[in-house]
């Protein structure tokens, strides 16, 4: 069984809560936009990482860091990028192995847009996290939570970061 810590476009801002909130995960995944090399270190001190580069990623974060992660976690194919869209409408760099090959679970960022969807046609689970920074046009700031047990992805979470906490 692992437990999750997933989150997105934190765009070089650091909250203390991720530590708090992810406390009780096994691995932290960042679904790319990190920002800047300090977020991604304080993540690696903290938790074993999973992490993809975003479109604001610079070179350094892009040697240390792949665009995509196609990995097992427990008994579930997990494919992990920043930009890959959600069901019905995947973006084109994606769109070709997916539907050849299709995960169990597909993790995306970008939109800011917290989305949890099923494929249906892809026996998919799609969840991108929304947005954990404060940079962008979002108002509700997001990290999700969730249980990898065997094959089943269960006890998904969704945290909300006021800014007045």
Not at 39 to 49: C, Y
Not at 68 to 80: C, G, L, P
Not at 97 to 107: E, N, R, T, V
């Amino acid at each position: 069984m692992l437990k999750i810590g997933l989150l997105s476009d934190t765009h070089g801002w650091w909250d203390e809560r991720y530590e708090t909130y992810f406390a009780e995960c096994d691995e932290i995944w960042h679904a790319g936009d990190i920002g800047s090399i300090e977020v991604a270190d304080k993540l690696e001190a903290f938790k074993p990482v999973r992490i993809v580069t975003g479109n604001i990623d610079g070179a350094e974060l892009r040697k240390r860091y792949p665009k995509h992660q196609r990995f097992m976690a427990e008994k579930v194919d997990v494919w992990m990028t920043h930009i890959g869209g959600y069901p019905g409408k995947y973006a084109p760099e994606v769109t070709p192995a997916i539907y050849h090959h299709p995960p169990k679970l597909f993790i995306s960022g970008h939109s800011h847009i917290l989305k949890v969807l099923f494929d249906k046609t892809l026996q998919c689970l799609h969840i991108n996290p929304g947005a954990a920074g404060k940079q962008g046009f979002h108002k509700n700031r997001t990290l999700v939570r969730f249980v990898i047990d065997g094959d089943t992805i269960r006890d998904l979470e969704v945290i909300e970061l006021a800014d007045n906490q």
